[in-house]
């Protein structure tokens, strides 16, 4: 495996799970009592657009937070955008 370098790091408040958030635009979900992926998100990237000629691009992941409840996690990064994740489910919404 590789890994880009953390960029935001957070705990939840339930102790049970850590996210991770990278250079690389992505997102990831960890089992805080034995350090196993829960979960991978290609969270701040932009995927190629051949007919305009753009390249794939990532954006590095500024801040992570969980709410009370460990249940919503909310991601931002250098594209401008907040993304809300539920239930292993994405939710986006401008900056």
């Known amino acids: 495996h590789s ?8 705990y939840a408040p339930s102790g049970l ?4 958030g990278s250079d ?4 990831k979900m960890w089992d805080a009592s034995n350090g196993d992926m829960k979960a991978h998100f290609l969270a701040h990237i ?3 657009d051949e007919g305009r000629r753009q390249p ?17 996690l909310v991601s931002c990064s250098a594209d401008g955008t907040l993304k809300y994740w ?3 489910v ?6």
């Open 17 to 20: 799970s850590i996210a991770t």
């Open 3 to 10: 890994f880009a370098p953390f960029s935001a790091v957070t």
């Open 56 to 72: 794939k691009k990532a954006f590095p992941v500024h801040a992570l937070c969980y709410d009370k409840s460990s249940t919503k």
């Open 90 to 95: 994405k939710e986006e919404g401008g900056m």
């Open 46 to 48: 932009r995927p190629a």
């Open 24 to 27: 690389d635009g992505t997102v």
């Open 86 to 88: 539920l239930r292993m």
